[in-house]
């Protein structure tokens, strides 16, 4: 895949025993002159931080990090099932009994997260992926945050997904979080997001007016939840009053989940992606394949092959901004 200021590769780690050398990897290769450039540089520190001392079955593992003169790179848990976005947009909508599966496998995701007191802060279907069960992985902690106080001001995220007191820079927390799970809901047994304009400023007025509209195949508690986590009024957000998490998981709509039995992974996912092969990328959507002799910093057979590109290529050293990968 591709992003910003980076790619991610599929890899095996030559360093590992034989028996476990056909493993497949995700490795994430960002480009360190474009994370200074676009003001990156603490958001994967962060990134690392936090992933480095979180361990959780809906969290993608991070397995190491190390960078050259060139780029930072984060070994990272392949997971073969493809986005959650590519599999909503194939089905068109997702049922209630669908959502209320994926929507419970994030809240206790999210629990862990905020027990740590960490904010996860960009919650979309591009971010969460399936593993060869059908189980959820959160992934990209870029934004995500550990909060020394109860709020933060940053404003980061996908617009269709900012809850109001981000727009509105008021300080936001773990609140934020329950907001954009709201979204995500209304987004899987809808198809769309509830507020969406023609650019970000047009979406944040739509936020902001928090005109709520349901289509009709809408039944009566998953709008309720729903409109409970979509509350403007962060003191009565649900999942940010006195009981936290508990209190949605014990709403009406989750009757009859069993939290311990989908902690542990023993009830069957609705969507499975099949008997795929180690290393099968056919759930994802295709890119070109990189010639990593062109990639600089990567060269095959080059445990330091940023040594074979002239530093001078880039505007600058930048190995002291990230001492800590």
Request: charged share 25%; glycine share 8%.
């Amino acid at each position: 895949g591709t992003g910003t200021f980076g790619r991610v590769l599929l890899v095996r780690d030559r360093s590992m025993s034989r028996q476990r050398r056909d493993a497949y990897f995700a490795l994430k290769v960002l480009r360190k002159s474009e994370i200074v450039k676009l003001k990156q540089v603490q958001h994967i520190e962060s990134e690392r931080a936090i992933l480095s001392r979180i361990e959780h079955p809906f969290i993608v593992n991070l397995h190491r990090t190390f960078q050259d003169s060139l780029n930072c790179y984060m070994l990272m848990e392949y997971v073969i099932g493809g986005e959650i976005f590519s599999h909503l947009r194939r089905a068109g909508r997702f049922s209630v009994d669908v959502t209320r599966f994926y929507t419970a496998t994030l809240l206790l995701a999210i629990r862990h997260l905020h027990s740590r007191n960490i904010v996860y802060r960009d919650l979309k279907p591009e971010n969460l992926l399936l593993d060869e069960t059908g189980y959820i992985k959160m992934t990209d902690f870029g934004f995500a945050k550990h909060l020394c106080d109860e709020r933060t001001w940053t404003l980061c995220g996908t617009p269709e997904y900012l809850a109001p007191e981000i727009i509105e820079s008021k300080g936001h927390g773990r609140a934020a979080d329950y907001w954009a799970l709201g979204v995500l809901m209304f987004e899987m047994m809808c198809g769309h997001p509830p507020y969406f304009g023609s650019d970000a400023f047009a979406t944040y007025e739509k936020i902001l007016a928090g005109d709520l509209r349901f289509p009709a195949h809408v039944d009566a508690d998953t709008k309720h939840l729903i409109t409970s986590l979509l509350e403007p009024d962060v003191s009565k957000r649900m999942g940010n009053l006195a009981g936290g998490a508990e209190d949605m998981m014990n709403h009406r709509w989750f009757l009859g989940v069993d939290w311990s039995a989908l902690e542990a992974k023993r009830i069957p996912a609705p969507i499975v992606p099949g008997n795929l092969p180690p290393g099968d990328t056919s759930m994802f959507q295709k890119y070109s394949t990189v010639d990593l002799k062109t990639m600089p910093g990567l060269a095959s057979g080059h445990s330091h092959a940023a040594t074979a590109y002239n530093p001078q290529q880039e505007r600058g050293s930048y190995d002291h901004l990230f001492g800590e990968f």
